[in-house]
């Protein structure tokens, strides 16, 4: 049974960093497409970032460019969000998606077929 667990939320100032962890179990991720969505309030839920497990090969909404980096541990079987230059529009619940056997990045929601239950990030101005 796949299971993805999200950590590393929390409460932090504008222009601060957090680093988001989503620890994958239950099945082989090495050739998987994960993905970190997020939902504001009274909002769509969007797309942060998304990596290909075994290329490595990323993708970035523009919203995050060049603040956020979205990485992998193959050892720990885990996907990392890094959070630079937090702005308080950053503030949402955020959540990791995976889709087994994928071999590129996917940045729909609907392609994705496991979620993890979601880690609030709140950022103050």
């Known amino acids: 049974q796949v299971q993805l667990v999200e950590s590393g939320g929390g409460l932090v100032q504008a222009g601060g960093s957090l680093r988001l962890s989503c620890a994958a179990s239950?099945?082989?991720?090495?050739?998987?497409?994960m993905g970190w969505f997020r939902r504001a309030p009274g909002k769509e839920r969007e797309i942060v970032a998304a990596?290909?497990?075994?290329?490595?090969?990323?993708y970035y909404a523009d919203s995050v460019k060049g603040r956020f980096t979205i990485s992998r541990d193959n050892a720990k079987n885990t996907v990392y969000l890094q959070m630079n230059s937090l702005k308080p529009e950053d503030t949402a619940v955020y959540y990791c998606?995976?889709?087994?056997?994928?071999?590129?990045?996917?940045?729909?929601?609907?392609?994705?077929?496991?979620w993890g239950q979601g880690t609030q990030v709140t950022v103050s101005s």
């Open positions: 998606s995976a889709r087994l056997f994928y071999s590129a990045y996917l940045r729909e929601s609907h392609n994705y077929d496991y």
């Open positions: 239950g099945r082989t991720f090495s050739s998987s497409a």
């Open positions: 990596i290909n497990w075994s290329s490595g090969n990323t």
